[in-house]
């Protein structure tokens, strides 16, 4: 009770202390040459007091205490206590507040990190930034208050949603928002330095910082609930082009097109429209995938509510920051005067555009696909769902050149580069070629589209692997990330063709024999955990005298009342056993899903190595 | 200029998109597929066994009556109602259309092996969207079908109370 009352007054002075931000803001733009230190101030105190409010809500589920509506409504005093505290973020109240914490946090980091920057950009930052916290604040306090009272209070809580009850979710949030909000700070720093002309070698440099620190995060909290959907969700597929993973994957694509861009921008000062579109992009994408998932208006996995009211309160605060955005790129932005001269074809830079183009056309398949269902459900009242082949026939094909230039473009320089010495560029792509022709040749798959793509996957593979030894390790971080990129696409590719999955029905005491596995139903155990119960399973498997004994789990959750299904996974070195049990209604039969998948671990190592790549370059720039 | 015109256009474009979203907000996004379908739908599908492309329209050509069984190798119930349909096959009073739903085409091929073919033609629905557009709600189900109509479905397995009801349509 004390701690809802605590958390809900500290984010109405939060609130408040908006205020005097402006206030100072304002004046300190106009008449002192130096940043008031009252801004910082102001800025820490709006921090401590959301942390308190966070803190509030963090306490109330810890002590159960259901005279919270959010703590009723998504929580139970049989959760351990690792989960009850993950369930702060696990629902749409919560998850938004912690929203606002990363919100009033990165300002003040940001604050703390610009000192040497222009007086005006800073304040102006801030400025646009406010606009973005008030936007919540009054989100949070009027249309999802994680503060509600119930009265009477009840005895129980309703429980979490026990597939969320999992270590790799209960972070999974916290990283990925990281991810999100730290492209407002990109947002709010792209339209000050618009406004202010301020879009510079200097500005690329510094605002590059903030783009590694969201790209590293949302390639990190993309790739956690991927292992999460992997391993607890039972289909031992890891992305299902689901409307919600699309729409964290669409930020990912506009900001990893930026990062290249801020590179260029560093460089050689061109391409400046790119950035501040990107940017702008990158956070209207992110508010837009708040808006779709908390809305209710896609079906997915992820939605929480459906309340058109909310929904109707994100979507003018974002169309009202496209406004903001537009007005201030056309009212201030002056493009460049590009000397026509200073593109050449066979350079660094032509390069990276080329493949910032296929990212764009990337971004806009994933885009079409999961928007335009509700648009024709609007104008045309049909029910379409939009699935992986769409995705699939539509990108695939474009992987090929995409990672040729992906291989190429590091080769070459700045401005100009010359043709000369690049034998082995050659070289190496035939030898790609002929080692993806061996491993096609004696499949029944579509041959050629595979070994191209396959052939231009061991190109990158080949050429990074290459530069490690060969280059100076100057640009290691680009290298790594290079590297990862084309190693997950062939662990993608080999995991989808070499894949293998057996499912029957099976008792206890049964087996299943085919003519390459034999599986064996050995037994089945109760027992009894903290807050369900459980039926393990144990399973012997054998294929080709090697035998495997692995155990999948159905948990018969007390409170909600769920039975959820725990895949047993056995991770080697070059594939995953995975096999998951379902029952089937009425009948002491149990459904057996059984698949080998190679290449699993290479994928999670991949999109480490990706990140790897980023934090290099982040920390790199300190020293 | 050129600046002024791109600037209106995107205004418009973004009133668009809010507009279509304000009024997506406010519709339910249940899809419940239509469970009262009188007319066969029309297909592609491929088939199992004979490994081509068969459309709705070649299938059920004739004027005279049809059952579409839908089933699967994994499906208990179904290995139940087995027996009922290859009698049906046999007495060639009727032809019986296969719809193998979401099933491994090893275990489908097994399953008719072990057990017979009722079927003249065995459809192929991999992912289940085909059933969807039938209306069905699960596997196994049996729509009879008279002059390209479903005059008669039944949702669960075939038993012989209701083989004699086929059996007295098809008289």
């Not at chain 1, 008030?134 to 309703?158: A, D, Q, R, V």
């Not at chain 2, 699960?138 to 390209?148: A, Q, W």
Request: net charge positive; glycine share 4%; charged share 15%.
């Amino acid at each position: 009770m004390i701690y809802s009352t605590l958390g809900y007054y500290s984010l109405i002075f939060g609130l408040i202390v908006s205020l005097p931000i402006f206030f100072f803001s304002i004046i300190n733009f106009k008449n002192e040459r130096i940043l008031d230190n009252k801004i910082v101030s102001f800025s820490f105190i709006q921090l401590f007091l959301v942390v308190i409010s966070f803190m509030g809500l963090v306490f109330s589920f810890v002590y159960s205490d259901f005279s919270n509506e959010t703590v009723f409504n998504n929580s139970h005093s049989t959760k351990p206590l690792f989960y009850k505290i993950s369930g702060t973020w696990g629902n749409h109240e919560g998850s938004l507040l912690l929203w606002l914490v990363v919100l009033t946090l990165f300002i003040f980091l940001f604050l703390i990190g610009s000192k040497g920057l222009l007086k005006k950009y800073r304040i102006l930052t801030v400025l646009f930034h406010q606009i973005i916290i008030i936007g919540f604040f009054i989100f949070l306090i009027k249309f999802s208050s994680p503060f509600n009272f119930i009265f009477p209070t009840p005895y129980e809580g309703m429980g979490l949603n026990p597939i969320l009850q999992d270590p790799a979710l209960a972070i999974h949030p916290p990283i990925l928002y990281l991810g999100y909000v730290g492209s407002s700070i990109i947002f709010s720093s792209v339209l000050a330095a618009t406004t202010l002309n301020y879009i510079s070698k200097n500005w690329a440099a510094h605002i590059k910082n903030w783009v590694l620190i969201s790209w590293v995060f949302l390639t990190l909290g993309i790739l956690l609930g991927s292992i999460w959907a992997y391993y607890e969700l039972g289909w031992g597929g890891f992305w299902f082009w689901d409307p919600v993973e699309n729409v964290s994957l669409m930020p990912w694509l506009a900001l990893t097109t930026l990062l290249h861009c801020i590179l260029i921008l560093e460089k050689r000062s061109i391409l400046s429209s790119w950035v501040i579109i990107l940017s702008i992009a990158t956070f209207t994408l992110s508010m837009c995938g708040t808006f779709l998932v908390r809305s209710g208006i896609l079906n997915s996995v992820h939605t929480f509510a459906n309340d058109p009211e909310r929904g109707l309160f994100i979507l003018t605060f974002l169309f009202i920051l496209v406004l903001i955005s537009l007005i201030v790129f056309f009212t201030f932005h002056k493009s460049e005067n590009q000397n026509p001269n200073s593109f050449f074809l066979i350079s660094k830079e032509t390069s990276i555009l080329i493949n910032n183009w296929f990212m764009m056309y990337f971004l806009s398949v994933v885009l079409i696909g999961t928007l335009y269902p509700i648009f024709l459900d609007v104008i045309s009242s049909q029910k379409i769902s939009v699935g992986p082949p769409f995705y699939h026939k539509l990108i695939v094909p474009f992987l090929i050149p995409f990672l040729i230039f992906m291989a190429i473009g590091p080769q070459l320089k700045w401005i100009k580069a010359e043709l000369q010495n690049k034998i082995h560029l050659v070289v190496i792509f035939i030898i790609s070629l002929l080692i993806s022709f061996l491993i096609f040749k004696n499949l029944e798959i579509n041959f050629l589209v595979n070994t191209v793509l396959v052939g231009s996957a061991f190109y990158l593979f080949f050429i990074t692997i290459r530069d490690f030894f060969l280059k100076k390790p100057n640009n290691i971080q680009q290298n790594i990330a290079h590297f990862g990129f084309s190693l997950l696409i062939l662990s993608i590719l080999f995991n989808n063709i070499f894949s293998s999955e057996l499912i029957t029905n099976l008792k206890v005491g049964e087996s299943f024999k085919n003519d390459r596995f034999e599986i064996i139903f050995n037994n089945l155990k109760k027992s009894k955990e903290k807050n369900y119960i459980s039926f393990k399973g144990n399973f012997s498997i054998r294929e080709n005298e090697i035998k495997d004994e692995l155990e999948p789990e159905l948990r018969v959750y007390n409170q909600p009342n769920i039975i959820t299904s725990e895949a047993d996974i056995k991770t080697t070195f070059f594939m995953d056993k995975f096999i998951t049990m379902n029952s089937v209604q009425n009948e002491e039969y149990f459904n057996i899903r059984y698949q080998v998948k190679p290449f699993m671990l290479w994928i999670w190592i991949s999109v480490l190595l990706i990140s790897l790549g980023g934090l290099i370059s982040l920390f790199k720039k300190k020293v | 200029m050129k600046n002024r015109i791109v600037y209106y256009l995107l205004v418009i474009f973004f009133v668009f998109v809010f507009v279509i979203f304000y009024r997506g907000l406010n519709n339910s996004n249940l899809y419940t597929p239509n469970t009262n379908i009188k007319i066969v739908p029309e297909f592609t599908s491929e088939t199992l066994l004979k490994k081509k492309s068969v459309d709705s329209k070649d299938i059920f050509n004739k004027e005279d009556y049809y059952l579409l069984n839908i089933w699967a190798s994994w499906c208990i119930p179904c290995k139940d109602e087995h027996p009922f349909l290859v009698n049906l096959g046999n007495s060639k009073k009727i032809e019986i259309i296969g719809l193998n739903y979401k099933d491994n085409l090893n275990n489908a091929e097994k399953f008719i092996n072990e057990l017979g073919n009722p079927y003249s033609t065995i459809l192929l629905d991999r992912d289940g969207t085909k059933a969807i557009e039938w209306g069905a709600f699960g596997v196994p189900e049996t729509f009879l079908i008279y002059k390209n109509k479903i005059i008669k479905r039944y949702i669960g397995p075939l038993n012989s109370n209701l083989v004699n009801e086929i059996n007295n349509y098809i008289k």
